[in-house]
Nanobody
Framework: QVRLVESGGGLVQSGGSLRLSCAAS???????MGWFRQPPGQEREFVAT????????YSTDSVQGRFTISRNNAKNTVTLQMNSLKPEDTAVYYC????????????????WGQGTQVTVSS
């Protein structure tokens, strides 16, 4: 069992930065982790994922060069550093976990946090 709790969301102006954190409990260090987001009125979408050891990452095209996913297994945390934020990044951001690395499909993740709101004003 893995429990995930996100934090770090808030209101920021366009071009600004936010750092989201996901605190994990249980055997999270053996799981691949992912960040997803759900914009208002839209479906949940993939943002980025990182392998269990933290040596491989993958992110969606729209955030490449702006967002960075990382993890610290000693502290059981996963971080999403978001720079150059745009109004279209406004969404509820979720942390998720699954045993194997490489999926961008929400239905393939086993554990989810409650989400944290990110709002980017223009």
């Amino acid at each position: 069992q893995v429990r995930l709790v996100e934090s770090g969301g808030g209101l920021v102006q366009s071009g600004g930065s936010l750092r989201l954190s996901c605190a994990a409990s249980g055997r999270s260090s053996t799981y691949a982790m992912g960040w997803f987001r759900q914009p208002p009125g839209q479906e949940r979408e993939f943002v980025a994922t990182i392998s269990a050891r933290g040596d491989t990452t993958y992110s969606t095209d729209s955030v490449q060069g702006r967002f960075t996913i990382s993890r610290n297994n000693a502290k059981n945390t996963v971080t999403l550093q978001m720079n150059s934020l745009k109004p279209e990044d406004t969404a509820v951001y979720y942390c998720a976990a699954r045993p194997l690395f490489g999926s961008r499909r929400a239905e393939e993740y086993d554990y989810w946090g409650q989400g944290t709101q990110v709002t980017v004003s223009s």
